[in-house]
């Protein structure tokens, strides 16, 4: 039975590893009887220490969760059920009506968990892949061998879209397998465009989403925004949402960290404001430098961060994976990217550290560009 708007509920724990619990959590959320924070994985049975949460939330409370934390400290926001639901039921009117959904996601950040929420909302019994071990092309191709759905879909992130392209030639089951999902959602970091061209060429229905976890996940859509969701680009080209997906306890409209433009009537984001170099009096933005490395021979991953420069104050160091036996060759970045490209400097490792959501640890990266010192640039 809902709660009046003036009482307390209980808020409930649930391990990251438990996404049965969590789903059976979640409908209590959507009927406003308890609220849920979905912790990191237990360990040896224990839930992790959490700090700075109470035992008892407002009413208005639903699902708490916490940004990535990708470029720093993760935030904690308080979604209700209605803005659950209406993220669930746009995301559905959108891609042609509700369906049975696959979980490769860690539900303990926005996207796993909104997994979880349309399932519910579809009344559809989810299949669950075990998000605490490293995502496989193999693992992917058998639980999607398991669903039953007349609809089928799933939520990734650009790194593991990128894995399952990789394995198609390796996973003979893997093409049919991905082709049989009414749409494919990708979030969580700008993806790569060589990769979903060429599954797109292949009959695969990649949809590329923007949205966060202040807005209950993705709210844009193939660049278009969901039925209800609001956009605008201000003076200083940061993107605005206004959206009944959006936490209670942020301001409307949300004033994201995105630069952005509409092109064609369609949203582009040309990366984070937060992630642009000042180097020389010269600006670079470390998207774009992720993005030209994307597209050289040979590159698997990514990912550029800010390093100090003796003498123009900053510059970058972007880390690449290779396919094997390959080479990296910057010398012509400097032609597409201008001249802070020239101080940076593109480092080849063999695996970019990650966070538990499949994103590129900025933090730790940026860690390891500090102990380069003068050799940058």
Known sequence: MALLNDQMKPLMLVGANDPVKALLALGNVLD?????FITPPEVNGLLPEIHGLPDEVE?????????????????????????????????????????????????????GAMVLVRSLIADTQPVLMNTSVPFTAEAFA????????????????????????????????????????DAILIGG???????????????????????????????????EPLDGVELSILEDGIIAIDSPTLASNIKRPYITSDLGQFTDGKLYVKGRADRVVISGAHKLSLEAV???????????????????????????????????GETFESSKAHFTLGVVAKSGQWKVI??????????PDLIELTEQAKTLGGNVG
């Open 59 to 111: 009413a208005k409370v639903g699902l708490i969760v916490e940004s990535s934390g990708s470029t720093g400290t993760p935030k904690r926001l308080e979604l209700s059920a209605k803005a659950l639901t209406a993220a669930a039921k746009m995301s559905a009117k959108r891609l042609g009506g509700n369906g049975q959904w696959l979980l490769a996601l860690p539900i303990n950040y926005v996207a």
């Open 290 to 324: 992720e993005e030209w490395t994307m597209k050289q021979p040979g590159v698997i991953s990514a990912a550029a961060v800010s390093a100090p420069h003796p003498k123009f104050g900053e510059t970058f160091v972007c880390f690449v994976t290779l396919n094997d």
């Open 142 to 181: 058998r639980a999607a061998s398991l669903m039953t759905g007349e609809r089928r879909y799933t939520s990734l992130v650009p790194a593991q879209l990128d894995r399952l392209y990789e394995a198609l030639d390796s996973e003979p089951s893997l093409l049919a397998s991905l082709q049989r999902f």
């Open 350 to 359: 063999e695996k970019l550290p990650t966070l538990i959501s499949g994103k």
């Open 32 to 36: 406003g009887s308890q609220a849920l």
């Open 189 to 223: 970091q700008k993806p790569n465009r060589t990769t979903i061209n060429a599954l797109r060429k292949k009959d695969i229905n990649i949809v590329t989403t923007y949205g966060m976890a202040e807005t209950a996940g993705g709210v844009v859509y193939n660049g």
